[in-house]
């Protein structure tokens, strides 16, 4: 019903910047909340960011990422993005895009659409 397919992703040093994007198809119609999780090799999927606009805008950062990353759509097509800076080691992982027709918060289980992922690598 909804594809997602996240792009962005790539190899930076400790302290710099990638901007992953988010782009959403099919029907579209009724999405209105989409965020990005993160998952290292080894570990769970957990929770990065999350932005919703079925009514007031709403955002959720997870606290490893406040001040760093930052979520944004793109209010001419269902695309949001993920601006990190400031980026760590620890942020190196597959990151996914997900997105639901209500504000799923935190939990992955409140998604109903998955993209495949990208590759974000941080060297020291």
């Known amino acids: 019903q909804v594809q997602l397919v996240e792009s962005g992703g790539g190899s930076v040093q400790a302290g710099g910047s990638l901007r992953l994007s988010c782009a959403a198809s099919?029907?579209?119609?009724?999405?209105?909340?989409m965020g990005w999780f993160r998952q290292a090799p080894g570990k769970e999927r957990e929770f990065v960011a999350a932005l919703s606009w079925s009514g007031v805008v709403t955002t959720l950062y997870a606290d490893s990422v406040k001040g760093r990353f930052t979520i944004s759509r793109d209010n001419a097509k269902i695309t949001v993005y993920l601006q990190m800076n400031s980026l760590k080691p620890e942020d190196t992982a597959v990151y996914y895009c997900a997105a639901d027709q209500r504000w799923g918060g935190s939990s992955r289980y409140s998604y109903a659409y998955w993209g495949q992922g990208t590759q974000v690598t941080v060297s020291s």
């Open positions: 099919g029907r579209t119609f009724s999405t209105y909340a």
